[in-house]
C-alpha cells in the first residue's frame, strides 16, 4: 500500500471526527433495520436472544393469509396509482410548461396542496369525502374494492410526478417542438416522437416515485381503507398493535428486500445519485 | 417562449383537464367539505348541521387542545434541529467526498428514506421496548458487572412510550428529508471561497459559521421546512412510539374521527393544523425573499 498523503483543506471525509460521526449515523439509521432483518431468521418465539437459524416466519408469514392479502392488496393499489399518477402528472405538467393562460399560478399553487398539506389533514378529507360524497360500494370484486384507495393515492402521487417531469421539461429546448411543427409533424406526433422522448427518464423517475409513495402509505390509507381492503402497512400497524413477533419480521425483511431491489433498478435507471439527489444537484458534470 | 393556450385549444384542454377535474373533485372538494365541516356541529349521530358556528374553533383553543399544538409545535422544532444538527455534518462530509464516495453515501442515506415508515418505526420498537436490543445489551453488562461487585437485578430502561422515543423515532424518520436539501445546496458552493478562507488564516470552525452556513442558509431554511412540516402532522410515531402524555395533534385528530365521531371539532383541528403549516410555509418565503433583496442591494 502506498502512504496517502495527509487530507486536503475540504477532504473532510478523511478527517476522523467527520468519519466518527458518519459511523455513528450510519449505526443509528441501520442498526435498527438490520436487527430487524436478522432477527426475522431468529428461531425464537420471543425474538431476542439468538436461538439459531430458522426459515420458519417466513413460512408462517406466507401461510398467513390475511398478510398475503394485505401485500397483494399494497402491490395492486402501487401499479394502478403508479401508472394513473404518471399519466395524470405528465399531462399537467406538459400543460404548464406549454402553455401561458390566465389563471396559471393558481393551478401551480392548488398543484402543490396535496404535497404540502399535512398528511392527517388529507386522510381526514378522504375519510369525509368517502363517507359522505362518494361511498365507495361495499363488496365490489378484487381489485376494484381498492378503488377508493387508488383513487387518494392517486390524488397525492401525481403532484409529485408533475414536479418531477417539469423539472425535466425545463431543459427542453422548444425550437425542437417548432421545428417538428415545421416540418410538418402533427400535434399527436410531436407529442409523441419528440417532447415523450425527452420526457422519458422522469417518466421513469415519477413512476418510482409514486409507486414507493404508494407502497409507503399509511395515514391516507388508514382513513381510507375499509375492513376487507387492508393494504400492507395497515396489516402491520395492527400485528404490532398487538405484539412485537417475528413473523412481522420477516414481512418488512421481504419488503426491504424489494425496496432495496425497486431503489437499485431506479439508480441503473437514472444514473448517478449524486447527479439525482438533489433537485438541482444535476448541474455538475 | 410559452404558447398562448388559445392557440391550441384542444390541446390545452385535453392535456390540463383530467388532472385538473381529478385535483379539484378528489382533493379540493373533500377539503372544502372538511373546511365547511369545521363550522358546522353534530346533530345526532350521523348528521351534521352547517350552522357557521365558530364554537369548535373556540373549543380547539382551549388551554387543553392548546398545549397540545404547542406540546406538537416544540416536538417538531426540537426534531428539526436535531436532524439539523446530526446531518449538517454527514451533508458536508459527502459534499466534500470524493465522487464515488460521494454515490455511495447519498444511496445509504436515501435508502432508509425508501423504506416503509411503519417498518422503520417497528424497528425502533423492537430496539428500544423493555425487552428491546438496548436493555438486553445494558442487562447483559450488567450482569457481567454483577459477577464481580453485587448490583442487585437489572433495572430495565423504559425507554419507549414516551416523549423521548417519540422524538428519537421522529429524527430517525426525518434525518434524510434533512440531509438531501442540505447537501443539495452546499454542492452549489464555490468551493475556492471556502478554500480562500482557510488560506486567509480561518479555522474549520470559522469557515464554517462564517462562510459555509451564510452562503448555504436557503438550503438550510429548505431543509428546516421540510423536515419541520411532516414532524409537525407525525401520527405514526407519536402513536406507536409514545405513551399517554406524548400525544400530538395528528392522534387528538384521529381520535376526533375515528373513535370521538365528533367530525366538526376534528375538522377545525385540521384546518388549524393546516394553517400552521401555511404560516411555516410564508415565514420561510418572506425570510428567503428578504435575503435575496439584501443580496442585491
Redesign the interface.
Known sequence: MTKRAPPGPLEYLRRWPIRLWLLAVGVFLYAPLIALMAFSFNDSRRNIVWKGFTLKYYEKAFNNDGLIEAFANSLTIAAVSTLLSVVLGAMVALALWRFRFSGKTVVDGALALPIVVPEICMGVGMLVFFAKVLPWPQGLVWPLNLGAIIIAHVTFSFPFVAVVVRARMASFNRELEEAARDLGAGEFRTIRDVILPHMTPSLVAGALLAFTLSLDDFVITFFTAGPDTVTFPVKVYSMVRFSVTPEVNAASTILIVLTVILTAVALKLQGDPAATAGAHGGDKA | ?????KK?K???A???G???V??VV??????A??WA?SFGHNVGLTEISFTGTIANYARALEPLYLKIFVKSAWVAALTTALCLV?GF??A????????K???W????????F??????????????L?T?G?VN?TFEWFWNLGAKVAPLGAYQPLELLHNNFAVILGLV?VH?PFMV??L???L??LD?SL??AS?DLGAGHLRTLFRIVVPLALPGIASGVLITF??A??A??TPD?LGGPDSQMI?NV??RQ??RAND?PF??AL??L??YL??IA?AVQALLSKGRKKEGVG
Open positions: 417562449m410559452e404558447q398562448s393556450w391550441a384542444a390541446v390545452f385535453a392535456a390540463l383530467p388532472p385538473l381529478w385535483l378528489f382533493f379540493v372538494a373533500p377539503m367539505i372538511v365541516y446530526i455534518p454527514v458536508l462530509a459527502i459534499t466534500f467526498a470524493s465522487q464516495a460521494k454515490t453515501l447519498l444511496l445509504l442515506v436515501m435508502l432508509p425508501w423504506t416503509n415508515l411503519l417498518i422503520r418505526t417497528y424497528a425502533l420498537i423492537a430496539v421496548r425487552e436490543y438486553q430517525y434525518l438531501l436539501p447537501y443539495s445546496a454542492d452549489r468551493k471556502l478554500e482557510l412540516i411532516p409537525l402532522g401520527y405514526l406507536l395528528a385528530i384521529e374521527f375515528k367530525w376534528g375538522a385540521s384546518f393544523l393546516m403549516t401555511f410555509i
